[in-house]
């Protein structure tokens, strides 16, 4: 797996390779993702999914303070597209309300400090 080298141990310039292509998956490239994944209960049934948010609110109980355009838009993506969250319009206005799970614990709590 290593080499002895008078600098250090390396890996391989292949094993680098297949250890850096497996640890993509568990790479997230927007810290909003991680909030996402970590605020909400995911593992419950589809039918306690019944939490209607805003894209901001999403991104707000995430526990992201003052979510900018970019964030809402990019929590809204996320959650439809890693989690099949429902999207409903609600009102005159057909404002986008999402199906979301209920908040984990830690994200209760911090939502009620702010």
Request: aromatic share 10%; proline share 5%.
């Amino acid at each position: 797996m290593w080499r002895n080298d008078p600098a250090g141990f390396f890996l391989r310039q292949e094993e680098m390779d297949a250890l850096n292509a497996h640890n993509e998956d568990f790479m997230s490239l927007m810290p909003v993702h991680d909030r996402i994944d970590d605020s909400y209960e995911w593992d419950m049934p589809r039918e306690r999914w019944d939490n209607m948010m805003s894209a901001t609110q999403i991104s707000e109980f995430a526990g992201i303070e003052r979510p900018g355009q970019r964030e809402v838009n990019e929590a809204a993506a996320y959650v439809q597209t890693r989690y099949n969250v429902e999207v409903k319009k609600f009102g005159k206005q057909r404002l986008k309300r999402w199906a979301m799970p209920p908040l984990t614990m830690e994200a209760e709590q911090r939502s009620a400090k702010r």
